[in-house]
């Protein structure tokens, strides 16, 4: 009942209306501990989107440092959107882009991981997830090779599954931007897929 009145309301039915994450900001002005129940909705889908972007040791620093910022800039917070996960994604895309350099060297480290497979006297289905694991280091190569604006719409779709909208949102750019980013980011990774080493 305690947890039912941090995270909402309870309505005369008995029901728990769950609080938006924009109200849960509010009321982290006068009471800064409420802020914790954004941590618990997000910092597992903030955490998984990080490690397949940075992987597992910076991914923790950097949700961490997303909680920091998204709390010290708290009082900034555009209380018309009642979601703040397209505004979690936008601050933890720039603690990634300040690690750049992390993860275009964790792209290239899976990347030569999954080089060449050897498929001697294998069963079809291992050939297939072999065959598979090398189509990932592809994609980890190709990935390291986009500009970091196309990566960051392309992953914040693909991996964070945030809506066009949404990309837009935490980017601070208009939605046609991220079509065309989105649309330039498909393009360049399908034709390194498509080209036969």
């Known amino acids: 009942m305690v947890t039912a009145l941090a995270a909402g309301r309870i309505e005369p039915t008995g029901r728990v209306e769950e609080a938006t994450d ?4 509010r009321r982290s002005w006068q009471s800064p501990q409420e802020f914790g129940t954004l941590y618990d909705r997000y910092a597992t889908v903030l955490y998984g989107y990080a490690c397949l972007r940075i992987g597992r040791g910076p ?13 010290s800039q708290r009082h900034s917070y555009d ?7 397209p505004w979690l994604f936008g601050i933890l895309t720039n603690k990634i882009a300040e690690r750049s350099r992390t993860e275009k060297i964790h792209y290239r480290a899976h990347a030569r991981a ?6 001697d006297g294998i069963a079809d289905q ?6 598979a694991r090398a189509q990932r280091g592809r994609l980890a190569a190709a ?5 970091a604006a196309d990566r960051h ?10 809506s066009y909208d949404e990309v837009a949102q935490a980017l601070r750019i208009p939605p046609g931007t991220v079509a065309s980013r989105l649309n330039r980011a498909r393009r360049k990774v399908r034709a ?3 080209d036969e080493d």
């Open 22 to 25: 924009a109200q849960i900001i």
């Open 59 to 71: 991914a923790e620093d950097v949700v961490a440092d997303t909680f920091l910022a998204a709390f």
């Open 79 to 85: 209380l018309a959107r009642a979601s703040a996960r």
């Open 114 to 119: 999954w080089q060449n497979p050897v498929l």
């Open 126 to 131: 291992v050939a297939d997830q072999v065959t």
């Open 143 to 147: 990935l390291s090779r986009l500009n």
């Open 153 to 162: 719409v392309l992953l914040l779709v693909a991996w964070g599954q945030l």
């Open 192 to 194: 390194a897929l498509d």
